[in-house]
Nanobody, 124 residues
Framework: QVQLVESGGGLVQAGGSLRLSCAAS????????MGWFRQGPGKEREFVAA????????YYADSVKGRFTISRDAAENTVYLQMNILQLEDTAVYYC?????????????????WGQGTQVTVSS
């Protein structure tokens, strides 16, 4: 059974940095996509970044491009989201997600596995 466990959220001042981690376990397949989504107060869950695990190709939402970096540690089955120059509007619960396809989707419905979420709060 696939499990995703996130860590690394917290409170940070605007302009600061945080790194989120998502450890995956129970994987019995080798071709998949890992993604990060977020849901701000009163907002729908939105795509942040995704990574094709086999090809290590990365994709970003326009709102985070140049500030956030998605990466992986294949040996640890862990995906990271390095978040720099954080802004007030980055405040949200951040979710790690896994899709059992290599097709990069920005839609939540394409991801069948989700972590529990980790809160990121950016203060002024």
């Amino acid at each position: 059974q696939v499990q995703l466990v996130e860590s690394g959220g917290g409170l940070v001042q605007a302009g600061g940095s945080l790194r989120l981690s998502c450890a995956a376990s129970g994987l019995t397949f080798s071709r998949y996509t890992m993604g990060w989504f977020r849901q701000g107060p009163g907002k729908e869950r939105e795509f942040v970044a995704a990574l094709n695990w086999r090809l290590n190709k990365k994709y970003y939402a326009d709102s985070v491009k140049g500030r956030f970096t998605i990466s992986r540690d294949a040996a640890e089955n862990t995906v990271y989201l390095q978040m720099n120059i954080l802004q007030l509007e980055d405040t949200a619960v951040y979710y790690c997600a896994l899709s059992k396809t290599e097709y990069i989707s920005y839609q939540t419905a394409s991801y069948g596995y989700w972590g529990q979420g980790t809160q990121v709060t950016v203060s002024s």
